[in-house]
């Protein structure tokens, strides 16, 4: 009797280990996408990214983001994203400081355009000198770009012109359209994106184009197994040759995801460096 019991015993244990086991692989992986657009419109774009995770490593990704870089940022620096879509800024600090590892860049380079109203008589990067420029927040590459051509350019960043950072790119752009600045330093990618949902009632003409460095690209944190790591790379990678793949890439106006190293980013060290 007494030996039937310890059977009962060990085997309720053994359930309830398995059940806990079990709990755990079921738990979501956090997928968390730098806020560049309206947040609408990246839970829009990114949605089906999450699914195609979810799809291919058989476990429950959930997708967020935050109305703010900032908010955004400090999810990266808390380690709360298991994997995520950073801007090439924020890499170099998730990776050196929080853990993260690079899987997939954006296969064209990142530069800022800078955009004037089509009826605008400013005509090069200038001309902007004393003028009101615009940019998404001041941690978004595109903003780091757009200071390094004004000071290419001979102008402070800081002193000669007068400088508005909105909440995104739309922001950005649209505030260019209304007439509160004279420019908008903004990513090509996202200009396409907005221009081509007609958000934008006026026409923009860009007259700078800043030098480049490497594009957004998906981490995944070192506490997500590398067999997951392999997995999500690969789906990012094939994405071309699927028909949800190529729904993803159309829909957002994205160049095919190439392979990202860490070395890539070390232009981007080197101009954090510079600023120091």
Not at 33 to 52: D, G, I, K, W
Not at 93 to 120: M, N, T, W
């Amino acid at each position: 009797m007494r030996l039937h019991a310890v059977r009962r015993i060990a085997c309720s244990i053994g359930l309830a280990f398995c059940a806990i086991q079990g709990g755990a692989e079921e738990k979501p992986y956090e997928f968390g996408v730098f806020p560049n657009l309206p947040l609408a419109r990246v839970y829009e774009l990114h949605a089906p990214m999450a699914s195609e995770f979810e799809s291919k490593l058989g476990r429950p990704v959930r997708l967020s983001s935050k109305a703010a870089y900032a908010a955004f940022g400090d999810e990266l620096r808390n380690e709360t994203y298991d994997i995520a879509l950073v801007q090439p800024f924020d890499y170099v600090d998730a990776h050196d400081k929080h853990g993260y590892l690079p899987l997939a860049r954006r296969g064209e380079a990142l530069e800022a355009v800078i955009v004037v109203r089509q009826d605008s008589s400013l005509a090069s990067i200038k001309d902007l000198k004393g003028r009101i420029v615009s940019n998404p927040p001041a941690s978004a590459a595109v903003s780091h770009l757009t200071s390094m051509a004004l000071r290419e350019a001979g102008i402070d960043p800081q002193t000669g012109i007068k400088r508005y950072y909105g909440k995104n790119h739309f922001a950005c752009l649209q505030s260019v359209v209304i007439g509160a600045a004279d420019a908008c330093g903004t990513a090509e990618q996202a200009l396409r994106t907005i221009e081509s949902q007609s958000q934008l009632p006026t026409r923009l003409r860009v007259v700078h184009k800043t030098p480049s460095i490497p594009h957004a690209l998906f981490v995944a944190h070192k506490r997500v197994p590398q067999k997951d790591r392999d997995v999500l790379r690969q789906t990012i990678l094939e994405w071309p040759n699927t028909e949800p793949g190529r729904k993803i890439l159309d829909a957002g106006h994205f160049v095919p995801f190439v392979a990202a190293r860490d070395t890539d980013y070390e232009v981007v060290r080197r101009y954090i460096r510079g600023r120091e």
